[in-house]
Nanobody
């Protein structure tokens, strides 16, 4: 059974940093596209960043470019989201997700991800 377990969320002041981790396990076949999504109260879920683990190709939503970095450790089967210069508008529940895709071009924030974690809360105060 596929499990995605997020950690690293918390409360931080504006301008601070957090690093989210997502450990994947239980795969019968490897998912090669992983991403971070977030959902704030009263808002739709938003794709924050995705990474094609086959080549490290990444994509970000405009609002986090230059502040967030997604990375993946193949040996640990873990994906990270380094979040710097955090803003109050980054406050949300952050979810890790994974899916198998046929190529890097299919690993997008709009892709239909099949596996989801339970989420970790990030709260940024002004």
């Amino acid at each position: 059974q596929v499990q995605l377990v997020e950690s690293g969320g918390g409360s931080v002041q504006a301008g601070g940093s957090l690093r989210l981790s997502c450990a994947a396990s239980g795969y019968s076949y490897r998912r090669n596209c992983m991403g971070w999504f977030r959902q704030a109260p009263g808002k739709e879920r938003e794709g924050v960043a995705v990474i094609y683990t086959g080549g490290g190709i990444t994509s970000y939503v405009d609002s986090v470019k230059g502040r967030f970095t997604i990375s993946h450790d193949n040996a640990k089967n873990t994906v990270y989201l380094q979040m710097n210069s955090l803003k109050p508008e980054d406050t949300a529940m952050y979810y890790c997700a994974a899916v198998f895709v046929t190529g890097y071009y299919a690993c997008r924030r709009e892709t239909a991800f099949t596996d989801w974690g339970q989420g970790t809360q990030v709260t940024v105060s002004s």
